[in-house]
């Protein structure tokens, strides 16, 4: 598809549902700030290779897109539907998929993601990280903190203070407002990002105890909408992507990235196991992107795992 701003206006059975200017203003009201500003929309139809034919979507005449940025309305998760995406629309690397809610929205290890309307879910899906003109080698492994880092920066432009929570997790104020989940599969890197922007899940509807609280951004006092993130998250995060790989080693880019780094020099709750948790001192990020942490006296890097402040090791 040519660069562009699109609602889906045709619905493919077990995949997602239609949308259009008016339904989707009026499933909250961050969506119709960004219908008003993103408007006039016009009805047209894109080729799909797809039992229904052609399908029906709606242009913003004013939003200015360097890739095809498609919206539906209901799906069950946009990162299983922007991979089947590609092949029904010939969509290519740095197109994404966004919803306006999320019936099996998922994090890492499969955890739930509650997806109420008004939040940013995105499904994104990019290039291989080493295709890049002047890649080294190791940027595949670093692809969900680079994610962090494009992110981070998004909403910095906004004015909340970010930091990042090894490996995947943005916090505000020391409460979680974005999760990131990166999959490859098939030769294709899909990067999902889900920002709570006008609601977070209390804590008793999460499904991980060891979890920090969650929050939105309009809790913090600020007022961002889906479209307004992303489109500035797709324009100028690309930009920064490129410039990182091109002119950085993996190593000098997570040296950059640890001033982002949440509780760096503190001591925190590791968690290793499904029950074991421990206390040790958050050290910083290794050349490979894994969390080094003093444990006993003993430098330790981690690949996988779950870390809090040490207050928590109670929980």
């Given at each position: 598809m040519e660069p562009g701003l699109y609602l889906l206006g045709s619905g493919i059975n077990q995949l997602f549902d239609a949308t259009?200017?008016?339904?989707?203003?009026?499933?909250?009201?961050?969506?119709?700030?960004?219908?008003?500003?993103?408007?006039?929309?016009s009805l047209t139809e894109a080729d799909a290779n797809s039992n229904a034919g052609p399908l029906r979507i709606w242009c913003s005449g004013t939003a200015s897109a360097e890739s095809s940025i498609l919206v539906c309305g209901r799906c069950a998760s946009t990162m299983d539907c922007v991979r089947?995406?590609?092949?029904?629309?010939?969509?290519?690397?740095?197109?994404?998929?966004m919803a306006a809610e999320q019936q099996k929205g998922r994090g890492?290890?499969?955890?739930?993601?509650?997806?109420?309307?008004?939040?940013?879910?995105?499904?994104?899906?990019?290039?291989e990280l080493e295709s890049i003109a002047g890649a080294r080698p190791g940027w595949q492994a670093m692809a969900s903190l680079l994610a962090g880092d494009l992110v981070a920066s998004a909403l910095e432009s906004f004015g909340v203070d970010?930091?990042?929570?090894?490996?995947?997790?943005?916090?505000?104020?020391?409460?979680?407002?974005?999760?990131?989940?990166?999959?490859?599969?098939?030769?294709?890197?899909?990067?999902?990002?889900?920002?709570?922007?006008?609601?977070?899940?209390?804590?008793?509807?999460?499904?991980?105890?060891?979890?920090?609280p969650a929050a939105s951004l309009s809790d913090l006092g600020?007022?961002?909408?889906?479209?307004?993130?992303?489109?500035?998250?797709?324009?100028?995060?690309?930009?920064?992507?490129?410039?990182?790989?091109?002119?950085?080693?993996?190593?000098?880019?997570?040296?950059?990235?640890?001033?982002?780094?949440?509780w760096l020099g503190r001591q925190v709750t590791i968690r290793r196991g499904t029950k074991e948790a421990v206390l040790g001192q958050l050290r910083g990020i290794s050349a490979d992107g894994g969390l080094i942490v003093r444990i006993s006296g003993k430098t330790n890097v981690l690949y996988?795992?779950?870390?809090?402040?040490?207050?928590?090791i109670d929980t």
């Open positions: 259009d200017p008016d339904s989707l203003a009026m499933c909250h009201p961050a969506w119709e700030k960004d219908i008003k500003s993103f408007s006039p929309w089947q995406l590609t092949d029904i629309c010939g969509l290519s690397p740095w197109d994404c998929l890492q290890m499969e955890r739930a993601w509650i997806s109420p309307p008004g939040n940013l879910y995105v499904s994104w899906y990019w290039p970010i930091r990042i929570k090894w490996p995947n997790d943005l916090l505000a104020d020391d409460h979680k407002v974005c999760g990131i989940l990166v999959e490859s599969r098939g030769g294709r890197l899909v990067v999902g990002i889900g920002v709570n922007l006008a609601s977070a899940p209390p804590r008793e509807r999460l499904t991980d105890q060891f979890a920090l600020f007022d961002i909408t889906p479209l307004e993130l992303f489109l500035r998250l797709a324009q100028a995060g690309r930009k920064r992507l490129e410039h990182q790989i091109s002119t950085l080693a993996p190593e000098e880019f997570v040296m950059q990235l640890q001033k982002r780094l949440a996988t795992g779950s870390i809090l402040p040490k207050e928590n």
